[in-house]
């Protein structure tokens, strides 16, 4: 069976500071990777999707970058935090096959002081 | 852009109470998905539907897709405190992208 793992589950971080959240799947091959972010009780929205290695499309400029060096990790960076950066960030993947849900971690809660 | 919108943002209500969650957009999505998430955790897909009209149910729980396929209800009937989290509508267009609408956060109070 698939999972997904992401890590930290929290992180507390100064502004300025460097960002490495971490997400792997395992049990699929070639999976679609996605970073969401998510306000306090709210919907989710897409930072950053990845259908291959090292193909990486961004949806919203900001200070965050994403990364896929191997064919089940996609990492999500910042070289220097911003307090707007602070939310509960979200990996998912999905098959890329029409009307396939898509499948979540459970997230990552980034707090910036 | 597509954009999804949900109402209501938040409902409070007895147990044994029904309700109904909607989520209306002006754009046509080949896909209609209702998630559910705990506080904490990651979204959890309760359902996909896919013809426009259609009508899937889940032990309490009725999704309908709207004809039109830019809209979709969710109907909980009794609702129990196990019922209680946030629900997620999220329409997928031909690429498999999600757009998700802002969330219902329920809460069913025994």
């Known amino acids: 069976s698939q999972t997904i793992h992401q890590w930290p589950a929290t992180l507390v971080q100064p502004v300025g500071s460097p960002l490495s959240l971490e997400c792997t799947v395992e049990?699929?091959?070639?999976?679609?990777l996605y970073w969401y972010r998510q306000a306090a009780g709210r919907g989710l929205q897409l930072l950053f999707y990845?259908?291959?290695?090292?193909?990486i499309s961004s949806e919203v400029p900001q200070n965050l970058s994403a990364s896929r060096p191997q064919d089940r990790q996609f990492i999500l960076s910042s070289k220097k935090l911003l307090l707007s950066d602070s939310g509960f960030y979200l990996c998912?993947?999905?098959?890329?096959?029409?009307?396939?849900?898509?499948?979540f971690g459970d997230g990552t809660r980034l707090s910036i002081l | 852009t597509q954009l999804l919108e949900q109402s209501p943002q938040f409902l409070s209500i007895q147990e044994g109470e029904n309700l109904t969650v909607y989520c209306n957009s002006s754009?046509?999505?080949?896909?209609l998905q209702w998630y559910r998430q705990e506080p904490g955790e990651g979204p959890v897909l309760l359902v996909t539907?896919?013809?426009?009209?259609e009508v899937k149910k889940l032990k309490r729980l009725t999704f309908q897709f709207g004809d039109a396929r830019k809209d979709s209800s969710l109907h909980i009937t009794a609702a129990q405190p196990g019922d209680t989290g946030l629900y997620l509508c999220?329409?997928?267009?031909?690429?498999?992208?999600?757009?998700f609408g802002g969330g219902t956060r329920l809460m069913v109070k025994p």
């Open positions: 998912a993947w999905s098959v890329g096959l029409r009307y396939q849900p898509q499948h």
């Open positions: 049990g699929t091959s070639n999976p679609n």
């Open positions: 990845s259908v291959g290695i090292g193909q």
């Open positions: 754009s046509v999505f080949s896909s």
């Open positions: 539907v896919v013809t426009g009209g």
């Open positions: 999220a329409g997928a267009n031909a690429g498999n992208m999600l757009t």
